[in-house]
């Protein structure tokens, strides 16, 4: 907690200045291969991640870099660390593709979305683009009978492009403790398909803190504008938790080529801020990651997790939901 506050506060001071200051962070970013804290037989999680520490290791010294040297290059942001949430945004540092399936069912209706993903890391700044396909079924009565008839529409929702970049690490001195806020920024835009008419404008933080070797807590917030809605400009408050813990072969025999699993469970929500509605809507997911053995420089990893409304509002929109992925970390 000491080392987030702290960060906090530094951010408020300084982050208008890091947006000129993307230059500062073509140092390495990777921890200096003797410097790596979290257990070595995990490391790298990214087929990349060994190659990274070899170069960053013969070109900087570990400890602070970047503006005001608020980053710390003992840091383990973007080694595979932190695995993907299932549901919410990412702080980490990854070059990467993703496809996920999310399944949703509620009261008379199925909701099925598909969505490809890329990510890639210019100069310390990931850029993020999503391409969600969605399909909605719903009850509802045919104009013309007056009958129950199921209504159904599909298409491409917004595009979701994003870009995030760390603007503070604190690691301790014995880096057992490692924490990084991230900064970031999302734009949805428009496809003018019937699921994906509004542009959406997220401002967003991420806070990533590594405790141990193994235990990983990442919690993001937002500031979501929805511009093109009735009612106009719809507001909200995004929150997410995420809550992971690597179990490799140092913790329990592992097959050959499963280099460890990361059970997760993941809390997400948002609240409405304006237009008379100030209600919560929070679901969580019980979900694991397998992190496998590297195929030529691509590291895949399988995702699953069951989700579940938490609070009324989410109950009144679904009641259960399944979500699968399989990114492959480059």
């Given amino acids: 907690m000491k080392y987030t506050l702290v960060g906090l506060s530094v951010t408020l001071l300084s982050i208008s200045a890091f947006s000129s200051a993307s230059q500062a962070d073509q140092t390495a970013f990777a921890p200096d291969s003797s410097g790596v804290s979290?257990?070595?037989?995990?490391?790298?999680?990214y087929a990349s991640a060994a190659a990274l520490v070899s170069q960053n290791s013969d070109s900087q010294e570990p400890g602070p870099y970047g503006l005001f040297n608020l980053l710390d290059s003992r840091s383990e942001l973007g080694t595979g660390f932190f695995p993907e949430p299932f549901l919410v945004d990412e702080g980490d540092r990854d070059y990467e593709l993703a496809l996920s399936w999310y399944h949703q069912e509620g009261p008379g209706s199925i909701t099925d979305q598909v969505t490809g993903e890329i990510e890639w890391t210019f100069f310390g700044t990931t850029i993020e683009v999503e391409a969600p396909w969605e399909t909605d079924t719903s009850p509802g009565t045919n104009s013309f009978t007056g009958e129950p008839q199921t209504q159904r529409?599909?298409?491409?929702?917004?595009?979701?492009?994003?870009?995030r970049h760390p603007i503070w690490q604190c690691v301790s001195p014995d880096e057992q403790i490692?924490?990084?806020?991230?900064?970031?920024?999302e734009l949805a835009i428009p496809t003018d398909s019937p699921v994906g008419k509004?542009?959406?404008?997220?401002?967003e933080f991420f806070d990533l803190l590594r405790i141990g070797d193994h235990l990983g807590i990442q919690t993001h917030v937002g500031y979501s504008t929805l511009i093109g809605t009735d009612?106009?400009?719809q507001e909200t408050l995004e929150y997410s938790l995420d809550v992971s813990y690597q179990i490799d072969s140092t913790i329990m025999t592992l097959p050959k080529n499963l280099l460890a699993i990361v059970p997760i469970f993941e809390m997400a929500g948002?609240?409405?801020?304006?237009?008379?509605?100030?209600?919560?809507?929070?679901?969580?997911?019980?979900?694991?990651?397998?992190?496998?053995?590297?195929?030529?420089?691509a590291s895949p990893?399988?995702?699953?997790?069951?989700?579940?409304?938490?609070?009324?509002?989410?109950r009144d929109d679904f009641r259960w939901g399944i979500i699968t992925s399989l990114v492959f970390d480059l």
């Fill in 38 to 45: 979290f257990n070595s037989v995990a490391l790298p999680m």
């Fill in 153 to 163: 529409v599909s298409g491409m929702d917004g595009i979701q492009v994003a870009a």
């Fill in 178 to 185: 490692d924490n990084t806020l991230v900064a970031g920024f």
């Fill in 198 to 203: 509004d542009t959406e404008l997220v401002p």
């Fill in 231 to 233: 009612p106009v400009n």
């Fill in 270 to 297: 948002y609240r409405g801020l304006n237009n008379g509605d100030l209600s919560d809507n929070l679901s969580g997911v019980m979900g694991a990651r397998f992190n496998l053995a590297p195929i030529g420089s």
């Fill in 301 to 314: 990893r399988l995702g699953i997790g069951y989700v579940f409304p938490i609070d009324k509002q989410a």
